[in-house]
């Protein structure tokens, strides 16, 4: 009895497995209305469809690879999905700084104009999806702080020790210029203790009552805020880098 029982719970697992590729692999080559889902209602794809469809294809093909979450208990999922965002990360960092290089863009303005929005751009669709999924804002904005000390931390830290070691072992030190690291530095700095003091703000019952949500105007506002500061920051890091003001 037991073993019957186990041999068709396999089998359930393995067609339900086997209908999510062929799910996937149908959405990949065929064009759907992006609300049937939601609707439960056929539908014939738009325009708009057929045009999403197209710029997207080749990222449906990719991810197509990345196993569903029934395999290992989902770490292959888990563990594809990382590596898939790995290369794309460097991908983009690396194109970043050849398009900086093309046009004329000294190192540190590609850096944190093209290199830093493209390489956040997967946290902040990942706090996008923790903003509507959870119920509070821990994760939404803990992955903002989170990310960016992975970045510094083990980032910089793990790629300067590996050099550091390499160096040494031919008998040459490591050196790292440091241009307007300090400048970049010290303004970023300030405008994060503005942005923490505005989500404080907002936490008053008479203002928003949380760091994210609340009135329509108080969103509005906060996000024009945190565009503006980011706006300063890139001014200022690129008027500093072409020395039209004073760094450090």
């Not at 999403?52 to 292959?76: D, I, Q, R, S």
């Not at 105007?217 to 200022?236: E, Q």
Request: proline share 3%.
């Amino acid at each position: 009895m037991f073993p019957i029982t186990k041999r068709t719970d396999c089998s359930v697992e393995v067609n339900a497995e086997t209908s999510h590729l062929v799910s996937k692999s149908h959405g990949i080559l065929f064009t759907s209305d992006d609300d049937e889902e939601e609707s439960g209602e056929e539908r014939l794809p738009s325009c708009f469809d057929y045009i999403m469809h197209f710029l997207t294809v080749f990222w449906k093909v990719l991810f197509a690879f990345v196993p569903p979450t029934e395999y290992w208990n989902g770490w292959a999922c888990f563990i594809v999905s990382i590596v898939l965002i790995g290369v794309l990360t460097a991908v983009t960092g690396d194109l970043a700084s050849h398009f900086g290089c093309t046009i004329g863009l000294k190192d540190s303005v590609t850096a944190v104009v093209f290199v830093a929005l493209g390489t956040s751009v997967p946290d902040t669709f990942a706090s996008k999806v923790a903003a509507i999924q959870d119920q509070y804002a821990d994760a939404s904005i803990g992955n903002v702080t989170g990310s960016n000390a992975v970045n510094v931390f083990l980032g910089i830290g793990v790629a300067w020790t590996i050099a550091a070691v390499y160096w040494r072992s031919k008998g040459k030190a490591f050196y790292v210029n440091p241009g307007s690291l300090a400048f970049s530095v010290t303004l970023f700095t300030a405008l994060c203790v503005v942005s923490v003091s505005i989500l404080l703000y907002r936490r008053r019952l008479s203002v928003a009552g949380g760091e994210l949500g609340g009135p329509r105007t108080c969103k509005l506002v906060t996000s024009l805020l945190f565009i503006g500061l980011w706006l300063i920051y890139i001014l200022l890091a690129s008027l500093e880098a072409y020395c039209h003001i004073p760094g450090f």
